[in-house]
């Protein structure tokens, strides 16, 4: 990105200059296309006491604006303070519309009223995007990477999507990996995971969270929910996701910040698996050969991967390289498992022979006693080295 070029704007994918994005109202880039606005004249009050004329302005927009002044710029868009007292998020890109729908959908609403959320209290969404979302003020609090606040976090997130629980939706395996085979196949990333979810891991409305946008309010700090990225808005369909999935894009984040050891990936599963209905921390929903968290750790990078394409960060491309490189190794024992997995049906299929052995007299009952003994033992064996060497969920 050059000096010249605003923080969201995504110089390493871009496929035309900011003044055509702005007079054609189209960003074309070579992950696809969305909408773009020019957003110029939000940044001086009277527009802002102008109702537009496209789209829905929704929530409690009915104070007049006299002071507008940049607060600061990000890859998501600008934050301005408005009279001093609000807080603006102005998104330039159509990326959908996860933040506002928490707090206009009045069944999602009610039940992160009394969760460690700041929601917007008004905005401005046109064909289904968010273009300005409007917070009482706040301040971020920098994140200090301390295990003791990640937990406390981590709780947090917990008590969120455990208060959506009524709203998830069956396990949707073949969209999630839809999805990772999208990001792959556009990032050549030369990795492949598909994943046979288990049937208590569920999609949940997406709550887009980071350890870069907390604020303490009375002491207790709270998720400020944020847009969809533009890399996964391009790539990837409007999916729900399990919680899990968050939680690993979180440990992800902290894991780039401080580097992670197998003790503190297991305290942060322990944590959230206590904050959670049990069956989405169990044994078989945690398998790393149905993907467990570990399939979610390749997805959290494979989003960063592509964010930072976007946004030609070469230092965040790199260190996504590398940790992908460990993948074929995982995969590779990943396979052995499930030739050992195969052993288990040779067993059953003795099991079969040997009974109806017996039925029809092909064997001597001597013969088909020690064939389903031998079945039976492959079966067992089969299945004890296929758990005892399922890598760890940490």
Known sequence: MSMDEPAWWPSGIALSSIDEVRSEGILRTSFGKTTAWDFESYLQPNQWNTSPELGVQWGDWDFEVQTVEIHSVTQHGLVVTLNDAYHASILPFGVGDDVSRLS?????????????????????????????????????????????????????????????????TPNTERRWNDRLKAIEDELKSNTMWRAPHANATVGLPRLHLSFNSLTDMDGVLNFVPMPRSLAEHLLCENDRLPSLATLMILEHQWARRDGLNEQQRQELLEVWGKSVPAEWSSRTALSTVRGGAWVWRYHATLLEFAQATAFADDSVKNDCRNWLRDVSRLQAHLGTLRMWKSGQWVGITGLAVAFFSYRMDTFAPEQSLVLALLSLGAVVASNAVYRFKDPKAY
């Open 104 to 168: 206009r959908y009045e069944p999602w609403n009610s039940a992160l009223l009394e969760q460690s959320v700041l929601l917007p209290i008004a905005g401005w969404t046109v064909d289904g995007s968010d273009r300005i979302l409007i917070y009482p003020h706040y301040e971020l609090k920098p994140f200090d990477g301390q295990t003791s606040t990640v937990m406390d976090v981590t709780r947090q997130l917990g008590a969120m999507h455990t208060a959506l629980v009524k709203f998830s």
